[in-house]
Each structure stands twice: as C-alpha cells, then as structure tokens.
C-alpha cells in the first residue's frame, strides 16, 4: 500500500529528499508512528483585527492566538484506517506557548478529487483541499485551496474571506540533520493571520496492535469530501 502522499504525488514522490520521503512513505500497514520534538524559532500573529479568527480556530484546535520565540513543540504522525476505512494520517502539533496550545488536523487521500483532503480540527467541520508540491531542497511543500463546511445535513463551500490560505513546507537539513518546517497562513482580505519556523528531531515508534493513542482521534468523523 502506498502513503496517501505517494498517492498524491504519483512520480514526483521519488524527487523528494529521501529522509522527507521516508517520513512521507508510510502508512497503516507499517504500524509505525513518525513524532517529532524539536523547538519553533518563531511563532507569530497577525495585526490585532486578525485576533478574533484566532480566538475562534482555538475553540476547534484549528488556530490559536499565542506568539512567542525558542517554543517547544511535537508533532504526531500516525498512519490508521478511520471509521469509514480510509487511509488517513495525523498530523496533531503541540505547542508550549503561555497557554500551551495543540493544532489538529487529519488527512486523507480522495480518489474521487484526485489529492489529499485535510479535516481540520476537533470535529472535522472542515475539509480543505492540499495541493502538493515538491521543491528546490526536495521539500514538501503543502497549499490549501477550496474549502468545505460540513456538520449534520449542513453541507456548504466554506467563504475564504472567513478564512485562511495555508503554505506549509516541509524539508531535511543536511548541514544540522533536522527537519525544518514553516507555516504561513493568510487570508485575502486581512493579511498574514498567523504562522511558525522551527526544525525537530523524528522519533519513530511502534504502534501496539495498531490502535493509535485515543486521545489523538477527532471527536467526529466526517465521511463527505
């Protein structure tokens, strides 16, 4: 079984470095989880009129209002089937800000949209359209587009001028042996809203009996795409 971002990617996965690959090329079958703990140089917020889409996103685990410099930070990777048995990889980032903060998504790969779909948050309300790309160091680089709200029989195209465009790029540093991540995310209207630079270490671990720690699942999962 291939990762969903092999899948997404198709041949282009191969120009990938070969540790973003490696972290990028697993899945459920490996019974493994990539975490990540290293320190983010930078983490940073929009002008004051951006705080309310900040506060909001909190709520959800989906933004958060906090800033600061040399923040701890873990990323957790694990690769399972959700209720529907679809191939779908976390991706839950802590933060040791003032009032430590925790960032949740899950993506899935979608045969019927042809590339990865990102469920943000707590209860899966939104589901974000990713286009990858790979770049000059062999990075992968990460852009949202189209989003969807979905919550019982609501179902509706979610207004970008309530929310965010998020650029995410990955990549391994071969001078200091880490990989390196930064985050923009902006919104056409009010301007960068919030983002952050760091690098971290992978540790990679077994999943027991592939069952992923409880406290990592959303609190809902949506079928629709």
């Known amino acids: 079984m291939r990762s969903i971002y092999e899948q997404a990617l198709g041949d282009q ?9 490696e972290r990028f090329g697993f899945c459920s079958r490996d019974k493994l989880a990539s975490i990540g703990t290293g320190v983010m140089e930078k983490v940073w917020h929009g002008a004051f009129y951006t705080m309310p889409f900040l506060y909001v996103g909190s709520w ?37 800000t003032p009032t430590p ?71 391994f540093d071969d001078n200091d042996q880490k990989f390196h991540i930064e985050v923009n995310v902006s919104n056409s209207l009010w301007g960068p809203l919030f983002g952050y630079t760091g690098s971290f270490d992978v540790e ?15 609190i809902r999962c949506e079928r629709r795409e």
């Open 13 to 21: 996965f191969k120009q990938l470095h070969p540790r973003i690959q």
């Open 60 to 96: 959800r685990r989906i933004m958060f209002p906090e800033q600061g410099r040399s923040i701890s930070f873990m990323i957790r990777n694990y690769a399972y089937l959700d209720e529907y048995g679809r191939e779908t990889v976390t991706w839950i980032r802590n933060f040791e």
């Open 101 to 171: 903060r925790r960032f949740d998504a899950y993506m899935i790969y979608s045969q019927q949209r042809g590339k990865i779909i990102d469920y943000m948050g707590t209860h899966q309300h939104l589901a974000v359209d990713i286009d990858l790309s790979v770049d000059a160091r062999g990075g992968l680089c990460l852009r949202s587009s189209a989003q969807r709200f979905y919550e019982g029989f609501i179902g509706f195209s979610f207004p970008m001028a309530f929310s965010g465009v998020a650029n995410v790029c990955e990549w």
């Open 204 to 218: 990679w671990r077994p999943i027991k009996d592939g069952v992923i720690p409880a406290d990592l699942l959303p």
